[in-house]
């Protein structure tokens, strides 16, 4: 296989990396307190290490006090957590990567099997079980927060941040109309109006960090509670919901699925970071079961994930469907997996299982 489109340098903004790739953000739940530990740092270090050319870090909490539903998760704002992000920084720059971490308000949740508790109600755009429907000063409050976040990362030298806005969580709550039944300014009948709320947290941060830092925000057409959900119908509706993210300040789009081949509309190949970028003309990231034999959600049902041929995202690279390849499960089991493929060692892949998750590879 010729893999030469894989690895060509990309550039964009403060973003210059070395490859396609990119390590896509999978929680760990390895930060006590919600502080990365050495241990951590060690983690990103060795994907760096591994030429990933772009690490976007798990999802890291902004400061609202019902932000996170664990305590292992790592914030972004405590001073003691951002000490543990610069450790992780310096390391990933100083083993050649480059790096964004993924701000994240995961909205109304479930509390977690574990017990914990946040010390405030779960918020979301509407009241729903467990959670409360968020007032304007919530909503301003949470605003602030995610261009905070930002704000700390451009200063402690990451590449670029990215904004968690698909699979059910805060800002993806206010996209559909089961979830966000406002009837003010961050509500609507319409997806375009539903994403007001994203529409100003990006510009927010993009005031926060300026014009030359690469921003990029994760979306999906899909959520873990419904596997065949999908926001945006047709190209016209998608259109609609990503040219004002686009026009708010979103560099790169980070399209979500569970399988990156499969077309996202009847009548065209193209996936969803395929129209992305054809109806927005901004850079995208596809991911979805990148050389594995099957998607995500079989982390849930225990299922061992074996390795498949990357021949067709070769295919798709090659006529530039897409920017950039993001992919977690086999990068988090394997840290060499890129190296793997440049040299050509892909005889060497090992696939996935759920053990993988319970420890720091």
């Known amino acids: 296989m010729n893999t030469e489109s894989l690895f060509r340098p990309f550039r964009l903004k403060s973003l210059n990396t070395r490859n396609r790739f990119v390590m896509s953000p999978m929680t760990r739940s390895f930060s006590p307190a919600g502080i990365p530990t050495a241990d951590v740092a060690n983690y990103y270090r060795k994907r760096a290490e591994g030429e990933v050319g772009l690490i976007i870090s798990e999802g890291t909490i902004i400061d609202r006090p019902s932000a996170g539903n664990e305590p292992d998760v790592p914030d972004f704002y405590k001073d003691e957590s951002l000490a543990g992000w610069q450790q992780v920084i310096d390391g990933v720059l100083q083993a050649g990567g480059q790096m964004a971490p993924q701000l994240w308000h995961i909205g109304i949740q479930e509390n977690h099997h574990s017990g914990w508790l946040p010390p405030a109600p779960f918020e979301g755009p509407s009241t729903r079980g467990n959670g409360k429907a968020m007032t304007d000063s919530d909503i301003a409050d949470t605003i602030t927060a995610f261009g905070c976040a930002a704000a700390h990362a451009k200063r402690m030298g990451f590449n670029s941040v990215e904004i968690q806005g698909a699979h059910g969580y805060l800002i993806d709550q206010f996209f559909w109309e089961n979830t966000n039944k406002r009837s003010d300014f961050f509500g609507g009948k319409t997806l375009a109006e539903r ?6 947290v990006t510009k927010e941060v993009r005031q926060k960090v300026g014009e030359d830092f690469a921003l990029m925000i994760r979306l999906s057409q899909w959520r873990f509670s419904d596997f065949h959900s999908k ?3 047709n190209p016209q509706e998608l259109a609609s919901w990503l040219t ?3 026009d708010a300040g979103i560099d790169i789009f980070h399209c979500s699925t569970r399988r990156f081949w499969e077309p996202e509309f009847a009548g065209s190949n193209l996936n969803l970071a395929g129209w992305a970028k054809k109806l927005t003309g901004k850079a995208t990231i596809t991911v979805g079961s990148v050389g594995l034999d ?3 959600t079989t982390i849930f049902t225990g299922e061992n994930s074996s390795p498949t041929s990357i021949d067709e995202l070769i295919r798709r690279m090659d006529t530039n469907e897409f920017d950039l390849v993001a992919v977690g499960r086999s990068i988090l089991a394997d840290p060499y997996w890129v190296q793997k493929v440049k040299e050509d060692r ?14 720091l590879v």
């Not at 994403?195 to 100003?200: D, K, W």
């Not at 892909?346 to 420890?359: C, R």
């Open 294 to 296: 099957n998607d995500v």
């Open 346 to 359: 892909m005889n060497e892949f090992q696939g996935f299982n759920k053990e993988a998750l319970n420890s």
């Open 195 to 200: 994403s007001r709320f994203a529409i100003e």
């Open 231 to 233: 926001l945006a119908k």
């Open 244 to 246: 004002p993210l686009a």
